[in-house]
C-alpha cells in the first residue's frame, strides 16, 4: 500500500548518489518503462 519513500529505499548503482528527492511513483510488477500517461504522471518499472 502507499507509504513514505526515502532515498534509502531505492536502489542504485555505485554511480549513482541520491541527493534531494521530490516525486511521486508508483512501483508495478514488470520491467520497463512508459514515458507518460494520459494524465501526464510518469510511469516507471523497475526490475
Excluded at 20 to 29: F, G, S, Y
Aim: hydrophobic letters at 25%.
Amino acid at each position: 500500500g502507499p507509504r513514505d519513500v526515502t532515498g534509502q529505499d531505492i536502489i542504485s548503482p555505485p554511480s549513482v548518489e541520491i541527493v534531494d528527492m521530490c516525486l511521486e511513483l508508483k512501483i508495478e510488477r514488470g520491467r520497463g518503462y512508459c514515458r507518460r500517461t494520459t494524465n501526464n504522471r510518469y510511469r516507471v518499472s523497475m526490475p
